[in-house]
């Protein structure tokens, strides 16, 4: 019996194997065919469309099996899994060989499983085809393979053993995960019926090189010559193959270098199983000369993503947080999965950085102090500890990309250093595209002048890699802002953050009330909260910073938006001084922002400052001045000094409707705050005719579906309840409802409050399921837009825990009512209004479930702040006082809602 002739008996062997092993099942599968055995290989037998675990499970009934055991063959989520498990259960034979060091699960331990991994290629075949059919002995020597035939191999060779031509950069011992990459790459590259070309591109430090350099020694038994080109010097590309053509005989040594790449490329187009590695070129143009037909493989490094006409293009991305850990313990950093994780979220999961990291700190750094030093100067930090594998720091090379790119495109780099002083978030650049004000530097007005010149820079930035484009926005990759930002100079930094404003005053969505802009500022939001207060010089940037507040405070989120108020009121105080007027419209906002949480005495105290200077600046009827009073008279009325709030209200009304006209939008502003102060104080018939009338004059000035007509058709329906029309509000309010959900979104502050009203209206007029049912929902809602903390999640917990009541579910009612009082003691105070109607709830609660001496003491203590706060002849306070002498009768007191 020959050395290929072997008993091939019975079914094909099905080659079970894990993706990272492919190299090894391909050269096992090819010695088994070569044999003459039946393979089936899913790589080679199993096609685009097919039912991967039907054709498995046929296999595996059908064949016979080898199993290719190595680590990654025993991972549980690897499809090898159920395929060994399976085959224990059947107890079917399992023949198993070893492609390299690897404990195998304690139920397959007996098996004995030869290793074919540090032997020779003739040992290594010998030993499989033992495995499938037993010994056998050859009877002739192998033929040597001379080097004419290792251009033109029939077969894959052992894994791991080297071409003999073959010029490749040394391996990385510590290479770590792109086990999914390697196999895309593979099945990319193989399956090419003509030449493949297959481009790696990526942003600098993402692991190209290395990744081209692991394929190229896995898979090096797949080729029989394998040649390295550095590319980023295109004229240097010639000689470099003129070597491999001279080491091959394509050409003699010392003929002119064209026709040695002619003859080369020529020797290639009738050759196949050669592999040539183009790295970190980045014009596709440069390399179209040198790309060879025939039936091998080009690989590609390229910062350039655009290789579509020339190549398939695969991008390589940062590592999975799973890869980047496993990177920094390979490279022998001491540190915990903690740390760990911390450390490679700093780094955004960029393999050179975590190497220069990891290298960092195997010479005594902690991960505390790393951390410290990258948070002091990232640039400073990654521009030591350089692992040898690369080239240069990532700090150099991000400098010297920045610099590349200056000198390609000075626009794209001017707008990259503005981008670098924003948010790593996606920025509207196409939106500035011919809007930029003259505060902009020339040479980003020249860039976006127009979106053809703007679609120009964006092509220029992306050939470099530094930052994504996608639909209309580019975002600089987080280390690379980092980085670049780092490496600014004072001088650089101001002219960074001018145009940064130029970008954002470009890119201002418009008015914050209409919602057809909020799309806009939810993209631009992230970088009006990043940008340094500092840097932003004119009246126009301030304002679109400023602007980004109220959307927010729209929204519900006051906490953000006042700490951000109260940054830039800092800052622009100690630049501008008090009287600037930024400064003083920033002041009206922070108040806004103290009373949206609660905090309305500081409130009050900006907003009458502001006043004072308005007064004294512009004088009492000024518009502006006119705004500030009825900022404070809201400021006011939060303090329950209500008829305070009436008064100024009612003098602003009058010089607003003097001054500016009864239908303009500030004066139409007053007149609602007004109206609820009137409704406040119990004059409700005078307060329902003010907000008709309001109600009119915005529906004929700012339309129907308007955010502040909409305001005011939900206070009018306050009104009408509150004046016993609870039909004809539940109508009015149900209309608003309906436009708020399609004009603002279902989640919105404004269309949840009114959710809230229609659903007591709907528990007034006896329909409790269904207001249980609304409450219900509206809470969650709120709970997700708002926080459970806030005043208006409150509310309608708390009516909710009416309704739950009304439905006889108490004990649940009970709950609810001591969790939002509890809330709202912390939130809003022991003595607020809304706090001591849900302790008048509770108390009630009590007395129904039977704890009538926790009901009285909650009782009496909510009666006595109420006359303290609210007044002895307030209805609250009547109510509550009527419920205690109930209590004392041994009856129930009756309910109030909110």
Known sequence: MGMGEVGVSGGAWFVSHAGADRAWAEWAAWQLVDAGFQVELDYWDWGAGDNFVLKMNAALEAGRFLALFSPAYFEPERFTTPEWTAMVAMKKKITPVCVAEVVSPAILRPLHAPELFDLSEEAARRVLLDAVSGPRRPTAAPVFPGALRQLGGSGPRLPGSLPRVWNLPARNASFTGRDTLLVQLRETLAASSRVAVQALHGRGG????????????????????????????????????????????????????ADVVDALLGELRTRSRWLLVFDNIEDPAALLPYLPGGGGHVLITSRNPHWRTHASPLNVDVFTRAESIALLHAHGAALDDTDADDLARTLDDLPLALAQAAALLTYGLSAA????????????????????SYPVSLAAQVRLTATRLQADHLGAATLLSALTVLAPEPFPVTTCAGHLPDTASTPLAKALATRLSGSAALRAITRHSLARVQDGTIQLHRLTQTVLRDQLTPGQRQQAGRDAEALLTAATPGDTGQPSTWPGWRALLPHLLAVDPSLITSEAGRDVVRNACWYLLDRGQARTARDRLQQLYDTWLRQLGPDHEDTLSTAQYLARAHDDTQDHASARALDEDTLQRHRRLLGDDHPDTLNSASNLAIRLAALRRTEEARILEEDTLTRQQQVLGKDHPDTLITASNLAARLAELGRTEEARALDEDTLQRRRRVLGDDHPDTLRSASNLANRLAELGQIEEARILDEDTLTRQRQALSEDHPYTLITASNVAVRLADLGRTEEARTLEEDTLTRQQQVLGKDHPDTLITASNLAIRLAELGRTEEARTLEEDTLTRQQQVLGKDHPDTLITAYLLATRLAELGHTQEARTLGEDTLTRQQQVLGKDHPDTLITMRFLEQLDEGREGPGIGQ
């Open 369 to 388: 102090d790393l951390t410290a030093e990258l948070a002091r100067s990232t640039a400073k930090v990654l521009a030591e500890g350089r692992p040898i």
């Open 206 to 257: 993402v692991g190209k090189t290395q990744l081209a350099v692991e394929y190229a020694h896995r898979f090096a038994g797949e080729y029989e010559l394998a040649w390295w080109i550095a590319a980023e010097d295109p004229a240097l590309i010639p000689d470099q193959l003129a070597q491999l053509a001279t080491r091959i005989g394509a050409a003699p040594a010392g003929a002119p270098s």
